[in-house]
């Protein structure tokens, strides 16, 4: 089973800043959080990703709490191509097994005009 | 900008027909996977794949399902006998090594009829 909770839905008016919550509390040392979003049914597409400190790229920021018990992705200025399901993983690093990618429901956001 | 290809988008198939789907990964990336989507329900980890071997697979990949590596450059998903409860999308991913994030492919809809 899926080790994040996430809200089912969330709404967000374009051009706003759109936060997505992660619960993750049962979170290991050597686990990352991921993010991921699947745009209607397409292939999930990779966003960002972090170990504890904050992360920022092209697509999104990423903030993790410092007990490492919940996170936020935050999309800075959202499009309407940005309404997607936004999916939340915690997965363990390094080589070895464990490297599968276990999914939740996510959080079905829409950015509305 | 590299991307993982998956043929063919969709593939209609009767129960008991064997299907073989096909990936072409990024070509540098070293680990490949399958995940499928039933219609409406989670992303579901099926197989992971490494130095032309099977390093992870879930209750879902029995004795019906193989992957394959047949040349430098596809990743096959072999399904001998398909039922109806094989219908859903299938992904395939690859990334660079596993700590990395995984690429997904568009996906390839099976249905069973």
């Known amino acids: 089973d899926a080790k994040t909770t996430q809200p089912p839905s969330m709404d967000c008016a374009e051009g706003r800043a759109a936060n997505l919550p992660c619960n993750h509390s049962?979170?290991?040392?050597?686990?990352?959080v991921y993010w991921y979003r699947q745009i209607h049914s397409q292939g999930p597409q990779y966003i960002i990703h972090?170990?504890?400190?904050?992360e920022t790229n092209e697509m999104a920021s990423l903030i993790i709490t410092e007990d490492r018990k919940s996170s936020t992705l935050i999309l800075p200025h959202a499009t309407l191509r940005d309404t997607a399901v936004y999916y939340c993983i915690v997965r363990v690093a390094g080589v070895g097994n464990n490297r599968k990618l276990i999914w939740g429901l996510g959080t079905s956001l829409a950015v509305n005009p | 900008e590299p991307e993982v290809t998956q043929t063919p988008s969709h593939q209609v198939t009767q129960m008991g027909q064997e299907v073989i789907l096909r990936c072409v990964p990024i070509s540098n990336h070293l680990y490949f996977y399958w995940y499928r989507q039933i219609l409406g329900q989670k992303v579901e980890f099926l197989v992971s794949?490494?130095?032309?071997?099977?390093?992870?697979k879930s209750e879902i990949f029995d004795d019906q399902f193989s992957v394959e590596r047949p040349d430098g450059s596809n990743f096959t998903l072999k399904i001998r006998s398909t039922k109806l409860e094989d219908s859903a999308m299938y992904f395939c991913?690859?990334?660079?090594?596993?700590?990395?994030?995984?690429?997904f492919g568009p996906g390839t809809r099976l249905t069973v009829l």
């Open positions: 049962t979170i290991s040392g050597n686990e990352y």
């Open positions: 972090g170990l504890k400190n904050n």
């Open positions: 794949f490494y130095n032309n071997e099977i390093s992870e």
């Open positions: 991913a690859s990334s660079e090594w596993t700590a990395n994030e995984q690429f």
